[in-house]
């Protein structure tokens, strides 16, 4: 179905413009430009060009009008690519940073890993078995509180209020045994 109303679609670019390419050759050239003077790596340029003809094709197979000017409106849709082409960069920079600064807390020395592993460990064994389960689906089955609460049959509020008295009981015992 789609190759046929992409078909109908060209077919209607060819009568409008002689061409089987909703894009001709300046078009490309232009989209190509707008692209690479948005930062897009050359390596990522076919693909931009891809995406500005899909875009096009999309418009007129959905009813559209075509734009009146397609060379400008291709020189929009390829400026609003590169601005979503370096927002995408900079989130996977982010969460490549997120990764790497919880690696390093991952990983501390030897010595002060194995004594906050036993602090932890005792300082868990000494809280109530309700504040305890909590803590555990929590922070250790990485579990929303959303999540926690339904599988306890409990409200979320109390879910939250058990996991803030344990984790203050567990930081205070940490401060007295002078771990952290």
């Known amino acids: 179905m789609l190759r046929r109303m992409a078909r109908r679609v060209q077919g209607a670019y060819r009568a409008d413009h002689g ?12 989209v190509r430009a707008v692209l690479a003077l948005g930062g897009v790596p050359q390596a990522d340029l076919p693909d931009g060009v891809q995406q500005v003809r899909l875009r096009l094709l999309e418009r007129a197979a959905s009813g559209r009008e075509a734009p009146r000017d397609v060379s400008a409106w291709a020189a929009v849709v390829a400026s609003n690519l590169a601005v979503d082409w370096h927002r995408a960069k900079r989130r996977q920079e ?6 790497a600064s919880l690696r390093q807390l991952e990983h501390p020395s030897g010595e002060d890993t194995s004594v906050l592993s036993v602090a932890v460990a005792q300082g868990l064994d000494e809280l109530p078995d309700a504040q305890r389960q909590v803590v555990v689906l929590r922070f ?33 015992r940490l401060h007295e045994d002078e771990v952290v």
């Open 19 to 30: 061409a089987d390419d909703p894009l001709d050759a300046a078009q490309e050239r232009r």
């Open 94 to 99: 982010r969460i490549g940073e997120r990764l």
């Open 140 to 172: 250790y089955a990485d579990l929303p509180v959303r999540s926690i609460a339904e599988e306890l049959g409990i409200p979320e509020g109390t879910v939250k209020s058990r996991l803030h008295t344990a984790v203050r009981s567990l930081r205070a």
